[in-house]
């Protein structure tokens, strides 16, 4: 009698975990480092998720979410960055828009996550679209000064 309950307690420890490896939604990032120097007005920062080359099934998905990152350390001027952002939802539609990121509270507070001296703030670009992961996302800012300094890096993430 032992025997068997300890064969149906593993049969449903097996059968729980292959349910749960089931196939998931994937997630898939690309980041840039910014100069030290600073990132300058004219710049534009090209991000990749994936390899242009790829040709398999998973490089269009349905129904995900582009999110914009930012990473930028305590020394970061102003409490907020002004971006122009350029990006494929498939070989048809091609969008452009300007985004506004809020990185410190009125109180001058960071409002990203991170602990130490630097911080990383997410933002939708679209939410619910089908995205091409084997297209580019083209990030400049658009801020009222020449050379950008305290940045870190910039990355997208589809979820």
């Known amino acids: 009698m032992k025997f068997l309950a300890k064969v149906i307690a593993i049969a449903a420890l097996v059968l729980t975990l292959l349910a749960s490896c089931g196939r998931g939604r994937r997630s898939y990032s690309g980041w840039e480092t910014l100069p030290e120097r600073g990132w300058a007005y004219g710049d534009t920062v090209k991000l990749n998720v994936l390899n242009p080359k790829l040709t398999d099934n998973d490089s269009t998905l349905d129904g995900s979410t582009l999110l914009l990152g930012l990473r930028h350390g305590y020394d970061y001027p102003y409490s907020n960055i002004w971006l ?27 409002l990203g996550k991170g602990f130490g001296a630097n911080y990383q703030t997410e933002v939708p670009l679209a939410t619910n679209t089908r995205v091409d ?9 658009i801020m009222r000064v020449d050379t950008l300094r305290g940045l870190i890096d910039i990355g997208i993430e589809v979820r």
């Open 84 to 110: 122009e952002v350029s990006f494929h939802t498939d070989s048809l539609h091609y969008m452009r828009d300007t985004v506004n990121i809020r990185l410190a509270d009125i109180y001058g507070r960071w």
């Open 133 to 141: 992961l084997t297209r580019e996302v083209s990030v400049r800012h």
